[in-house]
């Protein structure tokens, strides 16, 4: 039988948590360079953060290391570090359905860890728990934007301080559901600006085709926030916002161009703060 086949029959996936009576075998794995082996609690979570495609590789050669996320509990997840808004820290609920007070954390690159693929053949996953299908996709999806995040010109992000992040912050809250998509265009993207100059912006709010066509609420809510948004944004010294370009569209009229000429707005990218 291949090697991968084997492992997949241990049940190994992503989002599947190492097992307390695994870490005797994984412990000297667990390292930085220089120090001890990290303290792993009953209530820490092991979690495999390798795709599942790289986890059942056929042969062992093909990918030699399962990549491991030290999760640590919390009380609740934290406003800077929940939703992307750090591409350093996330904060997130593992599984509602299993665990739906359990809150967990991790750093990026402090908490991950490569572990010798062989050492999954022989033993099988937690089977308590596990992530949601939603909760490994978020992460995946998180480390997927620390490497794609837009490369805002730090003179741009500067000049957005805390109580007008707060602010903004505040006014796409309605849109949590993911029922809108924020997206800037940065005329001056390239360049990083003397404090006498202004960055001429474009703010688009794009909308769920659905939501437009028929939830006269939902269209309202966003407008609003859309409204609220740009003011704040315009607010901010040499920051100046095209109140021409910028709108509300459907996802139905918001073309490929327009895709390519903006950036999904997150607070990910103001992260250099922390």
Not at 161 to 186: H, M, N, S, Y
Request: charged share 30%.
């Amino acid at each position: 039988m291949p090697f991968g086949d084997e492992v997949a029959e241990q049940g190994w996936c992503t989002g599947a948590v190492v097992p307390q009576g695994m870490l005797p075998v994984i412990a000297q794995h667990l390292t930085r360079p220089g120090a001890a082996a990290v303290e792993v609690a009953a209530d820490h979570w092991l979690v495999v953060v390798s795709q599942t495609c790289d986890i059942v590789a056929r042969t062992l050669e093909a990918e030699p290391f399962v990549e491991i996320l030290h999760c640590k509990p919390i009380k609740k997840p934290r406003a800077q570090y929940r939703d992307f808004r750090s591409t350093r820290i996330l904060d997130f609920r593992p599984n509602r359905e299993t665990h739906e007070a359990v809150a967990l954390s991790a750093h990026a690159v402090a908490d991950r860890y490569l572990v010798p693929r062989e050492l999954f053949r022989d033993q099988p996953p937690d089977a308590a728990r596990h992530l949601s299908g939603e909760a490994a996709q978020r992460i995946m999806a998180w480390y997927a934007l620390r490497a794609g995040r837009p490369s805002w010109p730090d003179a741009f992000v500067k000049r957005i301080d805390k109580d007008t992040e707060d602010a903004l912050e505040a006014a796409i809250e309605p849109l949590k559901e993911d029922i809108a998509e924020v997206r800037l265009g940065i005329v001056e993207k390239d360049v990083e600006l003397g404090d006498d100059q202004s960055y001429h912006v474009a703010v688009y709010f794009v909308v769920d085709a659905e939501i437009w066509e028929g939830d006269v609420e939902g269209r309202a809510a966003i407008n609003a926030a859309f409204a609220t948004f740009v003011s704040k944004l315009n607010e901010c010294d040499g920051i100046e916002v095209d109140q021409n370009l910028s709108e509300v569209v459907s996802g139905d009229e918001f073309t490929w161009q327009e895709t390519r000429a903006t950036d999904e707005w997150n607070f990910a990218n103001l992260s250099h703060r922390e």
